[in-house]
Structures are given as structure tokens and as C-alpha cells.
């Protein structure tokens, strides 16, 4: 955002009656404000940054224009696990600048060590294994890193696909929370069982970037997260370990059904906007293969934005600086948000159900998760009272049959 933010001077030399007045704002402020301005027909944005939870939602609820595509933007070059995402009733209602799956990245000199193969999309025992050999607290390695700080996007985001993969679902077809059922004990078990062994310490406060941290550090054998760290991981003026990064799918359980989740941020127009024609030009002119070259041209193929186009990942300049992207690529074409758990579920969404009761509920969860990480509460507790919690929410909303 920042960086589309230093080349808006580009659009508005090519769109001399167009000013662009930005707006940046801490992403837990970002949703706060525009869902205010949305809900209550504020008209303060004409251009709002979306996640892939709210689009759905929003163009449901006739809160967003579509967005007015031509050939030349070949709505067609985006990758189909995101722009399904963003459509409703095959209409497009955002158009996504970066989007991401998690997979898993890994110290190949510490695998080469133990002598153990990281499998293309490995099960979490062999994952549970690799960290045991390679944990070495006294020599500064934790044999896995992953999220522990509480929120429905921190902790929850890969809690629910561990959760999925071990065949659990938020929420059954009458909507009934399905938080205290075996598949939620087996997975936040193993969790916070492998933590306790091979995490860092205070890992109930870590999140992405504080994880990021580590890894480039050299302090993580392996850390589950957001395919977006690998172009970091692997950037030797960010990591001390650049040289010795690979990359596998996300580890699987009982099923590789919502294994990786699956997100994008997205520029969409609210239905108060007055400005329909200008966002219009805008929104294409940032999602577009051109505005990816402009970055390219100006700050090089490393600094693109990914997870939005087929055309990037064909790029061979691309390629060559990302050697994550086949992996990267192979995630999000597998991430299906329709379908994303063992038992079917009456909801959108892989690490989120999208419905606006979420954000509450994935809240309060996520703070019972961490309070079991950090040994406060016993993962039998915390996962019966998230229940309680969540009950009370879907009834209060209406859900409850």
C-alpha cells in the first residue's frame, strides 16, 4: 500500500482530473472505519481497502459496487481461488493488489543435519519430528515457530486450518458451534503440546511479524505462516539464513481440506460513493498487469506485489528473484474457500466463516487459545468455554435453530 501510495503520482500525471487523497491507517483501525462508514452510508471513502472476509459480506448486503472490468484488464489473469473469492453472483465487487495462502518454510541446512526430507506437503507428524531433532534452545533454535497472539486474523487464521485439517469445522450445517467436538481437542492439543516442547518462549504473544523476527534471525528450524515471508525469508538483506530457505505446502492431518488458508486485500467502491468513474480508473489502474510492471520497472521483480495475476507467476524475471513462487502459486490454487472443511459447512471462508458474528466470536476464541499456549488454562477449559462463548453468540444473532 505504501509503495502504491508513492506511485499514485504516476496515475495522476496519466489522469491529470484525478487527485488522489490517501488515507493510511493501522489495520485493525482500517476495518474499524470503513465497516462503520459502510454500514451507516457515511460516503466518507470512494475507494475502501477490503479483506477477502468482508467482500462477500458486503456485496451480499448490496454495500459495494461491481467492479466495471474491460478487456484490457483480463479479469480473466487472476488466479480463480481469489477471484472467486471477490465475486458474487459472477459479478466482480473487489478487486485484489496482493494475495496470499500460507505454506511452510524451513531451514534446509537443519533438515540436511537431522537427515529428514521435508515432503512436498509433509503431515504434521513428520513436522512434529523435524522439530524435535533440530530444537536446540541452548545453540539460539526453537524447532518451530508459529502464531500464538490472540485475534481472529493472528492466531485463529492458522488455528482454524490446523483445525480443518484435522477435520473440525467452526460451525455444523444448523450453525451449532462445533468448537468442543474431537477434531477442535486433537488439533489445539497437538498444537500446544508441540509449542510447549519446541516453540520459543512467549510464544502466546507472538504473531506474524514477531515470528518473522526469529526467522530471520536464524532462530526457527520451521514456521508455518503467510506465504507473503517467504519474499523476506529469502531476501539477504533481511534474513541471515536467505541462503539456506525452502518451502513446502502446508503440513496436512486427517485431510488436506483447508490446510492453507486463503486471503487477498482488495480495493472495492461502497455504494455511497459519488465518484463511481474515477474510483473506477483507479482501482484498474493498481490491480492491473501495467501498475505490476511500473513496480517492476521501478524497484525490481522482488518488490511486486504477488498472489493476484497467472501473468506474474509466468514471468520469468519473477521466477528467477522468487524462488518461492511455484510453491506460493501451488497454495493459493488449492485454498478453496467453498469448500474448505471434512464435514460440510454452511459457511464461506478457510481460516474464517465469513459472517459479520465472526470477527466477535474468532476474537474471543483466540484469546481462550492463547491463554492455553501460554498455560493459564488447560486446552479442555479454554475450548469449552470458546464454546459457551461462541453459543451465545450465534444464538444472540439469530442463528440457533
Request: with cysteine; glycine share 8%; aromatic share 10%.
Amino acid at each position: 500500500m505504501i509503495e502504491m501510495q508513492k506511485l499514485g503520482k504516476h496515475f495522476e500525471a496519466a489522469n491529470p482530473t484525478i487527485k488522489l487523497k490517501w488515507v493510511t491507517l493501522e489495520e485493525g483501525t482500517l476495518r474499524q472505519r470503513v465497516t462503520t462508514d459502510i454500514a451507516t452510508k457515511g460516503g466518507q471513502f470512494d475507494i475502501m481497502t477490503i479483506g477477502l472476509y468482508e467482500a462477500p459480506i458486503w456485496s451480499k448486503k448490496g454495500w459495494l459496487k461491481p467492479i466495471a472490468t474491460d478487456a484490457a484488464y483480463d479479469v480473466d489473469d487472476l488466479l480463480p481461488a481469489i477471484r472467486s473469492g471477490l465475486s458474487h453472483e459472477g459479478k466482480l465487487y473487489a478487486a485484489p493488489f496482493y494475495g496470499e495462502s500460507s505454506m511452510l518454510m524451513y531451514r534446509k541446512d537443519l533438515a540436511d543435519k537431522a537427515g529428514i526430507t521435508i515432503a512436498e506437503q509433509p503431515t504434521w507428524a513428520q513436522v512434529k519430528a523435524f522439530a524435535a531433532k533440530a530444537h536446540d534452545p541452548k545453540g539460539g533454535v526453537y524447532g518451530m515457530c508459529l502464531r500464538g497472539k490472540p485475534g481472529w486474523g493472528d492466531n485463529m487464521a492458522f488455528l482454524t486450518t490446523l483445525v480443518n485439517t484435522h477435520g473440525g469445522q467452526w460451525f455444523d450445517m444448523q450453525w451449532k458451534p462445533q468448537i468442543d467436538t474431537q477434531p477442535w481437542k486433537d488439533a489445539i492439543g497437538f498444537y500446544v503440546d508441540l509449542m510447549k516442547q519446541y516453540g520459543p518462549p512467549g510464544a502466546s504473544a507472538n504473531s506474524f511479524n514477531e515470528n518473522l523476527a526469529l526467522f530471520n534471525e536464524g532462530k526457527c528450524a520451521m514456521w508455518v505462516d503467510a506465504t507473503i515471508a517467504a519474499s523476506f525469508i529469502s531476501d539477504p538483506k533481511q534474513s541471515k539464513v536467505a541462503d539456506k530457505v525452502a518451502f513446502a505446502q502446508a503440513p496436512v492431518a486427517v485431510t488436506p481440506k483447508g490446510a492453507n488458508w486463503l486471503w487477498s486485500w482488495n480495493l472495492a467502491i461502497p455504494a455511497s460513493s459519488t465518484k463511481d468513474a474515477a474510483a473506477q480508473t483507479f482501482i484498474k489502474w493498481a490491480t492491473s498487469k501495467d501498475y505490476i510492471n511500473l513496480v517492476a520497472k521501478e524497484h525490481g521483480w522482488g518488490a511486486v506485489p504477488t498472489g493476484t495475476r497467472k501473468s506474474t507467476y509466468a514471468n520469468a524475471d519473477f521466477q528467477k528473484v522468487a524462488k518461492f513462487a511455484a510453491a506460493e502459486k501451488k497454495a493459493i490454487d488449492s485454498a478453496n474457500p467453498n469448500d474448505s472443511t471434512l464435514p460440510k459447512s454452511p459457511y464461506v471462508g478457510v481460516q474464517y466463516a465469513a459472517i459479520p458474528e465472526f470477527q466477535a466470536i474468532g476474537v474471543a476464541v483466540g484469546q481462550q487459545m492463547s491463554a492455553a499456549l501460554a498455560g493459564k488454562v488447560t486446552v479442555d477449559q479454554a475450548l469449552k468455554t470458546a464454546q459457551t462463548m461462541a453459543e451465545r453468540e450465534m444464538k444472540k444473532a439469530g442463528y440457533a435453530k
